[in-house]
């Protein structure tokens, strides 16, 4: 019900503008958020494509089984974040964890797990390079991000209660392969 108003809301400022831009592709066929990026009410739409901050970088070598982005709210984030170190101490895969925080981590971890804060754009595009799957949230910065780098093999996690990004997961499942995983099934992953 909170969607729904939230959402009148934003249509109500959103047609003041002049152009709206949208980053996405316009055909259906290309669209990496479906629904979610069309609105036949809005006048003036210009679909710009994806958005990325991200260098395109060569692959050199797979450094790592497993690239876990951790990104979104607090405390979300970090539950996410016990949950996958949690797991990797279970296996002996080569895992990072790219934590988005700058917080002392307070749990023990394998030497098989890498964790790294905060690193910068060309950091981070040949660390998703050089992994072969890639573990995030389903949020469309970060979607756009894998798109861009063309990342094919991911696992998505949906923050709980974020609709869109349930959304999103199920979209890019059906479209692009994406594996889904919701967080609460996370007890029987396997890395």
Known sequence: MFSFFASKIHQHYIKKFNSIWIPDFEDEKTSLAGKLSKNKNLKNV???????????????????????LLSGPEPLR????????????????RICVVRGSN??????????????????????????????TVICRSGYSTLMDL?????????????????????LANYWKQKFGARLLLQKNLKFFDF
């Open 103 to 132: 917080l002392k981590i307070k749990y023990d971890f394998q030497g098989n797990l890498t964790l790294i804060d905060m690193p910068s754009a060309e950091t981070l595009s040949r660390l998703i390079e050089n992994s072969h």
């Open 147 to 167: 798109h861009h780098l063309k990342k094919q093999s991911v696992i998505l996690i949906p923050t709980p209660g974020q609709y869109e990004q349930m959304y």
């Open 46 to 68: 210009t679909y710009i494509g994806p958005l990325s901050r991200l260098p395109l970088v060569s692959k050199t070598e797979e450094q790592f089984d497993f690239l876990c």
């Open 78 to 93: 970090t539950v996410l974040e016990f949950l996958l170190i949690e797991k990797a101490n279970e296996t002996n895969k």
